[in-house]
């Protein structure tokens, strides 16, 4: 089992950066694929960016955000640059253990976060 707990959420304008980070009650490197998702009001949970050994992005965040992981201190980050107001969602960490499908949606996860809120004002 593994615990996670986001914090960095907040309110940004639009073009503006934040940087979300994900602690784990124990070391993911190589046992856990990690993952961001997120959700807006009325909407589906959705993935945004996940890491194993490589990195997937979805094609709406490609380019703006930036999925990392610093195995010393069990933290998953999720850079967030070039915010727009329909990246305002609930953003989750999920991590699920060896194997795992690294672009699997939300069945695919087996521990989340409590979520934190990211709201992109124009």
């Known amino acids: 089992q593994v615990q996670l707990v986001e914090s960095g959420g907040g309110s940004v304008q639009a073009g503006g950066s934040l940087r979300l980070s994900c602690t784990a009650s124990r070391n993911t490197d190589r046992t856990f694929c990690m993952a961001w998702f997120r959700q807006a009001p009325g909407k589906e949970r959705e993935r945004v960016a996940a890491?194993?050994?490589?990195?997937y992005y979805s094609d709406s965040v490609k380019g703006r955000f930036t999925i990392s992981r610093d195995n010393a201190k069990n933290t998953l980050y999720l850079q967030m640059n070039k915010l727009q107001p329909e990246d305002t969602a609930m953003y989750y960490c999920?991590?699920?253990?060896?194997?795992?499908?690294?672009?699997?949606?939300?069945?695919?996860?087996?521990?989340w976060g409590q979520g934190v809120q990211v709201t992109v004002s124009s």
């Open positions: 890491i194993y050994s490589n990195t």
């Open positions: 999920a991590a699920h253990p060896i194997p795992c499908i690294l672009t699997g949606g939300v069945a695919e996860y087996t521990y």
